[in-house]
DNA sequence: TCTTGAACCTCTAGTCACTAGAGCAATTAG
DNA sequence: CTAATTGCTCTAGTGACTAGAGGTTCAAGA
């Protein structure tokens, strides 16, 4: 038995992200101790390890409720779950794609500016003038 | 001078958000027709596109109010400004790298899946079991 | 056994950058 | 002149927490 201290040390998940997940039904109602603290089972301590890895990964709380919702039936096929990582993975590499357009755009805009006063400064002046980008966006 | 439908159309950002940007003091209240509708002068075309722009590049809210508050002063240093850029860059790259390392993982677990049901899901065990990991995060 | 201080409880509100909707008023095209 | 479109303000919702108030319980030392 965990007080949520013990599982947040253990998880580094906050003690009140653990209350918000328990809100949100990905963790179920712990037991409580005589005082109504929420004392764990170990089974807990292991899903929210399982909810901390899926955050950590991108995944959104309702990603994660779908999948622990597939994985109460281990006789169901697993393509939704397959699905589920796969849609993230698309994802992912949108997002990536996307800063790297503006990595290029921000290096080229952070490293000409060679003006002393904001008058004749590129930061602004590019942020100001989209022609002088080098691609669309 | 521009309706807020004349406004949205040439920068491509919805009327809310121009209100919303109004609120927020990234541009000042502009004249009002009889009728109490927005009537938009050139200058508030031009720095609309600057906040869209910076926005694109993802620079928050509060980085543009900086910015627009230093580009009223254009004698002063535009070393404030340089910082900004960089700072936003140094995010950025930050960011690039944390969502490759989730992309590798992503990857591994999304197409290893070879399970017929949620039970021998690799994508559910490896969401379950940080050691399947590849690294660190 | 008592006491102290840390940890815990619930509840509300705040964060960011919008977005949606209700319920009206003004403008514009035919 | 009328109907359709566009605009107005205001409130509330989003996601995933985080912070704070104001109170209760627990565990360890004296």
């Known amino acids: 038995m965990y007080s949520i201290g013990d599982l ?3 998880t580094g998940v906050k003690a009140p ?3 918000y997940y328990e ?9 409580r101790s005589e005082g109504n603290q ?3 089972a170990k089974a807990e301590l292991e899903r929210l390890a399982f909810i901390r890895h899926a ?3 991108g995944l959104t709380i309702n990603s994660i409720r779908q999948l622990i919702g597939l994985s109460g039936h281990a006789d169901r096929p697993c393509a939704d779950a397959d699905r589920i990582a796969k ?5 992912v590499r949108d997002r ?7 990595e290029e755009e921000l290096e080229r805009i952070a490293t000409c500016c060679t003006g002393e006063t904001v008058g004749d400064c590129y930061v602004i002046r590019a942020l100001s003038d989209h022609s002088l980008c080098g691609h669309e966006h």
């Open 38 to 40: 929420r004392r764990f």
């Open 17 to 19: 992200t653990i209350r």
């Open 96 to 102: 990536i794609a996307k800063l790297q357009k503006l």
């Open 8 to 10: 947040s040390r253990r």
């Open 87 to 91: 849609e993230q993975l698309a994802s």
């Open 23 to 31: 809100q949100m039904g990905l963790l179920e109602a712990p037991e």
């Open 55 to 57: 955050r950590d990964l």
